[in-house]
């Protein structure tokens, strides 16, 4: 066993941050800021979390890049130049990139460096982060910035071992690409990352068959370069474009319609469905105010897309087996370039493994529905263990020894997402519990590192040791969180905020929908003393 090393450099640490996605390179740039020790510790070879593993073909983000970029520097706003209205991973990578060299960053990260363990030391008030390289770090303050979408979703197929071609995750591409030409190819899977990809895959591929086990929601994206004299009339008043989003359910600006369904007549109705189907992509969340929480809303949009679906694809057979009958929006829609279009085309094939799913995995194929399949390379498009699967992967021990992993048995447990009672000065950013992943991930995640920046301001202000959930607030939390869920459409669907796609996953609705409620929730909590919360001096 190989013995673990304390590093002497980095004891006297007063943070560390796990990831250097967008989380992490922000929470480390506020605690420089506050004049404190921080460091990242990040598995990959380079910054940008999630994108930074997610470089299939077609991965780009389905919110406008005005939107999904940090607010917190005006500077930053202005400088920066977005190519596409939604931009492509590389160009999120490269923005990535530029961050970490405009707030001087690098030195303070460390790549390569996956954390397998965080054990809360009691006697001392200090987190001990071990990590993979068995290095032992300690610091005062932990903060998990490891991601919702990060830890990759491997179904155990039968067979997979005997397959002797290429395999592929989506989620953990090749940085040196892919090339498919000439190759019969499956794909297992009809998410977004699948959604994204399966058109650039069908263009090189000499044969492409796609496993569907749920048809999905997906609306055009409708991409485009990016309108210049929309990003200079955004950039002389991004203040009020920012408040804007910040005051939007799920933190960026839809222009939602501010009326239900029934308060349209039929020509309206339909005159609404195409407008937004003309703005494309998750703008059309905003059709009706009531799509997710009234049913006869629901089925006006998911019909209407049901119907381009018919017009899209040339088969009928075809569009109806990639027609979604689950409710729209319970699933994240998909935003796409030509998916449904891509059916049309003579080397690609559907196989619905909805009632069997895969039979099993071959050395040369799939079998599904007792029927084999010969390709050369499989890409899983699987998704994620979202929201919990990362933190799973870690071994954290809070006190008196409990485990975050037992205590979340049967489902995570959260007090505002951010902190989880018996684990003091432990933090995650997007956490089970908080908007998150219903959101603008970027503006979330600036919420939630001013929350902690400022509750840690806060402890050293006071002279206090830690800062610890209390049960009840965490309990009360939790209960408002499916209550607020259980107001909507969205509990309606095996997706993954449910943890529904993960076999054994407790199936707990996992993030908090409403932004502007949740933002007045946090600065109450925080006014109000961090009431909710336990301190505990030095010498307690
Ligand atoms: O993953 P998914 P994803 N056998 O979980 C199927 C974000 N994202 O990577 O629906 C066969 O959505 C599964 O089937 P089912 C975005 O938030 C954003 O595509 O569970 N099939 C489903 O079809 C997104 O929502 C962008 O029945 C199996 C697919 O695999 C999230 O990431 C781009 C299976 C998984 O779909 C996840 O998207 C990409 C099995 N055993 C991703 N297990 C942007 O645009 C699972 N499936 C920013």
Known sequence: MQQKKSNPDLNALDAVIVGAGFAGLYMLHRFKQLGLRARILEAGGGVGGTWYWNRYPGARCDIPSLQYSYQFSPDLEQEWEWQERYAAQPEIMAYAEHVVKRFELAADIQFNTRVSAAHFDEAQHLWNVSTETSEVISAR?????????????????AGRENFTGNWYHTGRWPHEGVDFTGQRVAVIGTGSS?????????????????????????????????????????????????????????????????????EHTPEEILAECERRWDMGGLYFYGTFADLLVGKEAN?????????????????????????????????????????????????????????????????????????????????????????????????????????????????PRTYLGLTTAGFPNFFIISGPGSPSVLTNMITSIEQHVEFIADCVAWLQDKNLASIDASLEAEDEWVNHVNEVAGETLLLGCNSWYLGANVPGKPRVFMPY??????????????????EGFHTASATA
């Not at 609306?219 to 408040?243: G, I, M, S, T």
């Not at 929908?513 to 961090?530: D, H, Q, S, W």
Request: hydrophobic residues 40%; contains cysteine.
């Open 513 to 530: 929908l409403g932004f502007p409620e949740y933002v007045e929730k946090c600065e109450t909590v925080a006014n109000n003393a961090y």
């Open 194 to 262: 699948a959604i994204q990809s399966i058109p650039l895959i069908a263009e090189q591929a000499a044969e492409l068959t796609v496993f569907q086990r749920t048809a999905n929601f997906s609306v055009p994206a409708h991409n485009r370069p990016q309108n210049l004299q929309e990003q200079a009339a955004v950039k002389k008043d991004y203040r009020a474009f920012r408040e804007n989003g910040r005051a939007q359910p799920i933190a960026w600006d839809t222009a939602g319609n501010e009326r239900t369904a029934e």
């Open 299 to 411: 089925d006006i949009v998911a019909e209407f897309v049901r119907s381009k679906i018919r017009e899209r694809v040339e088969d009928p057979a075809l569009a109806e087996l990639l027609s979604p009958d689950t409710i729209f929006g319970c699933k994240r829609v998909c935003a796409d370039t030509d998916y449904f279009e891509t059916y049309n085309r003579p080397n690609v094939a559907l196989v619905d493994i909805a009632k069997t799913g895969i039979d099993q995995i071959l050395a040369d194929g799939v079998r599904a529905n007792g029927q084999d399949y010969t390709v050369d390379a499989i890409v899983t498009a699987t998704g994620f263990d979202a929201m919990t699967g990362s933190l799973d992967r870690i071994d954290i021990t809070g006190k008196g020894g409990l485990k975050l992993k037992e205590k979340w048995h049967a489902g």
């Open 141 to 157: 303050f932990c903060v998990m910035a490891t991601g919702c979408l990060s830890s990759a979703n491997d179904p155990e197929f």
